[in-house]
């Protein structure tokens, strides 16, 4: 099935069930007012969402048009948001891994940093920033959302807990990244609101696409209306979901409504910009002026800057955004301290 969130002037919104089509929608307020309400009580609820889910869709009931700009993020606000880096070829394009003991980790076991989750943003809010001048990027990833992991959880108990796939754009402001990691902290001000897709989607409407605790599915991005990248999210996958949930858990409890990114989906290939018709292009700005540096001894991407549009989709063999659309302007506020 299909579940979005509803803007009504609360800040958790209203849960809402969307037609397969993505064209209606209903109120689920008479089974859980919240998507989070809805996870804490999945067992019970999740029977009585999927019996009104295929209700809209046999037409039994009519419903209302569904527009993705009347939606939040499916979890407005979520108890945690975890990223981790299921994708080594994101890594070693971004990384400089020499004389890091974290190069000999990367590959046994996945990194992971916990960012800002009370206040994700809606598929169509704007990127926001302060400075136009802080390498603006973006990241698409594929994010699943759990019920309850136990800490020291095992690879099934894992796999079990993935209650709903989405996408999301894990936002980046490169310029920041250093000064970040060089306190010893870990990502905070390099990392403002990370933005979801309007629907969240249950692993059964993927079929064969979802196996192997991996979404074979391409990620595409336009920037300014272009194709930047449309990797495909099932390949190159080196740490599953299952393998990121472990990871995360394995030192404490994960509650239920937990979000976990896959990191920025990455394809080994030896492409540049831009990206040619069926090519696979790239998930990060970042990526590509890597490989632009490689191929041409220096970056020739700019990042984004204000007015740039971006849009962020996974897209099913039809061409169709599975998920909806992830859809934002770049936007300078003035300096908050001024």
């Given at each position: 099935?299909?579940?979005?969130?509803?803007?009504?002037?609360?800040?958790?919104?209203?849960?809402?069930?969307?037609?397969?089509?993505?064209?209606?929608?209903?109120?689920?307020?008479?089974?859980?007012?919240?998507?989070?309400?809805?996870?804490?009580?999945?067992?019970?609820?999740?029977?009585?969402?999927?019996?009104?889910?295929?209700?809209?869709?046999?037409?039994?009931?009519?419903?209302?048009?569904?527009?993705?700009?009347?939606?939040?993020?499916?979890?407005?606000?979520?108890?945690?948001?975890?990223?981790?880096?299921?994708?080594?070829?994101?890594?070693?394009?971004?990384?400089?891994?020499?004389?890091?003991?974290?190069?000999?980790?990367?590959?046994?076991?996945?990194?992971?940093?916990?960012?800002?989750?009370?206040?994700?943003?809606?598929?169509?809010?704007?990127?926001?920033?302060?400075?136009?001048?802080?390498?603006?990027?973006?990241?698409?990833?594929?994010?699943?959302?759990?019920?309850?992991?136990?800490?020291?959880?095992?690879?099934?108990?894992?796999?079990?807990?993935?209650?709903?796939?989405?996408?999301?754009?894990?936002?980046?402001?490169?310029?920041?990244?250093?000064?970040?990691l060089q306190n010893g902290f870990g990502f905070f001000h390099a990392k403002p609101s990370t933005a979801f897709a309007p629907l969240v989607v249950t692993l059964d409407e993927f079929g064969n696409a979802w196996r192997d605790n991996r979404l074979h599915l391409r990620v595409q991005t336009l920037i300014n209306d272009a194709v930047f990248g449309q990797p495909n999210a099932g390949v190159d996958m080196h740490f599953d979901f299952a393998d990121l949930i472990v990871e995360a858990a394995r030192t404490r409890d994960l509650g239920a409504g937990t979000i976990i990114g896959s990191g920025t989906v990455s394809n080994r290939h030896?492409?540049?910009?831009?990206?040619?018709?069926?090519?696979?292009?790239?998930?990060?700005?970042?990526?590509?002026?890597?490989?632009?540096?490689?191929?041409?001894?220096?970056?020739?991407?700019?990042?984004?800057?204000?007015?740039?549009?971006?849009?962020?989709?996974?897209?099913?063999?039809?061409?169709?955004?599975?998920?909806?659309?992830?859809?934002?302007?770049?936007?300078?506020?003035?300096?908050?301290?001024?």
């Amino acid at each position: 099935m299909k579940l979005a969130t509803l803007k009504n002037g609360r800040p958790d919104g209203q849960l809402v069930v969307v037609s397969s089509d993505r064209l209606r929608t209903v109120s689920a307020s008479r089974i859980a007012p919240t998507l989070q309400a809805a996870l804490d009580d999945w067992a019970e609820v999740s029977p009585a969402l999927s019996a009104l889910y295929d209700q809209l869709n046999a037409g039994e009931i009519a419903g209302q048009m569904f527009d993705s700009a009347l939606c939040l993020a499916p979890l407005p606000r979520a108890f945690q948001w975890i990223d981790g880096a299921g994708y080594l070829s994101h890594l070693e394009r971004v990384r400089s891994l020499k004389g890091s003991k974290d190069a000999e980790l990367q590959s046994a076991r996945p990194l992971m940093y916990q960012g800002g989750s009370d206040s994700l943003s809606a598929p169509m809010a704007p990127i926001t920033v302060t400075d136009e001048t802080l390498a603006i990027d973006f990241e698409a990833e594929v994010a699943a959302i759990l019920g309850p992991v136990p800490m020291g959880a095992d690879h099934a108990t894992a796999t079990a807990a993935i209650r709903l796939l989405t996408v999301c754009n894990d936002v980046s402001l490169r310029r920041l990244v250093v000064d970040d990691l060089q306190n010893g902290f870990g990502f905070f001000h390099a990392k403002p609101s990370t933005a979801f897709a309007p629907l969240v989607v249950t692993l059964d409407e993927f079929g064969n696409a979802w196996r192997d605790n991996r979404l074979h599915l391409r990620v595409q991005t336009l920037i300014n209306d272009a194709v930047f990248g449309q990797p495909n999210a099932g390949v190159d996958m080196h740490f599953d979901f299952a393998d990121l949930i472990v990871e995360a858990a394995r030192t404490r409890d994960l509650g239920a409504g937990t979000i976990i990114g896959s990191g920025t989906v990455s394809n080994r290939h030896d492409e540049g910009l831009p990206t040619k018709k069926g090519g696979i292009g790239f998930a990060c700005i970042a990526e590509a002026r890597t490989v632009e540096k490689l191929k041409y001894g220096r970056a020739r991407t700019p990042f984004l800057k204000s007015g740039d549009r971006i849009r962020i989709a996974a897209i099913d063999s039809d061409g169709s955004p599975v998920f909806g659309q992830i859809d934002q302007i770049v936007t300078i506020r003035g300096d908050a301290s001024a």
